[in-house]
């Protein structure tokens, strides 16, 4: 989650103030990132894949979308 959180949601934020509407694919995006660096999970010796309240759990903080939307009032404030 340090990688994600530091290398990759920088990268694929930058300069999203300015971006018009990509919120599905960008949740799509983050949530096929987050399940391939997440480790499997294992119940009974069957191995699958986390859900997305398992992920949710992992990230602890507020998916993209929500980090750009605060992104956008940030740099309406810088505006003004």
């Known amino acids: 989650m340090k990688i994600y959180k530091t290398m990759v949601r920088p990268v694929v934020t930058y ?7 990509d919120e599905n694919n960008l949740c799509i995006f983050e949530r ?3 399940r391939k660096m997440s480790d499997p999970v294992n119940n009974e010796n069957i ?6 309240m398992e992920t949710d759990k992992l990230i ?6 929500r980090f750009i ?4 009032i940030k740099w309406l404030g810088y505006i003004q």
């Open 47 to 52: 191995w699958r894949i986390r859900n997305n």
């Open 69 to 72: 939307k605060a992104q956008r």
């Open 32 to 34: 096929q990132i987050l």
């Open 60 to 65: 602890e903080v507020a998916d993209i979308v």
């Open 15 to 21: 300069s999203s103030e300015t971006w018009t509407k």
